[in-house]
């Protein structure tokens, strides 16, 4: 089936950067969104940002005018670009590919995460 791998994550200070990269692979015919989520210790997982297949964005307030979504379908690829980051950006990322189109119909898929913490 189809798998996604993210990488990217790291350690980092308050005020850095770092850029996430989730790409998928099997046999994929297409895909319509593609987003970010992330998961505080303690917390519910929560969405970060989704691409459409058009290139349309959305962003949650909390990372507005910080972080850059954006993707490559060629390489049925998503990146996150994160700056300015703060303490409290700290969290397991997740990618989720939604709408996947292949030999095995429609499905979401999830990869399994990349740590990001940001030290103050």
């Known amino acids: 089936q189809v798998q996604l791998v993210e990488s990217g994550g790291g350690l980092v200070q308050a005020g850095g950067s770092l850029r996430l990269s989730c790409v998928a692979s099997?046999?994929?015919?297409?895909?319509?969104?593609m987003a970010w989520y992330r998961q505080a210790p303690g917390k519910q997982r929560e969405l970060v940002a989704v691409?459409?297949?058009?290139?349309?964005?959305n962003y949650q307030d909390f990372v507005k005018g910080r972080f850059t979504i954006s993707r490559d379908n060629a390489k049925n690829t998503v990146y996150l670009q994160m700056n300015s980051l703060k303490p409290e950006d700290t969290a397991v990322y997740y990618c989720?590919?939604?709408?996947?189109?292949?030999?095995?119909?429609?499905?979401?898929?999830w990869g399994k995460g990349t740590l990001v913490t940001v030290s103050s």
């Open positions: 099997g046999s994929i015919f297409s895909i319509n969104a």
């Open positions: 691409i459409n297949s058009g290139g349309s964005v």
């Open positions: 989720k590919y939604e709408g996947v189109r292949g030999p095995f119909g429609w499905m979401n898929f």
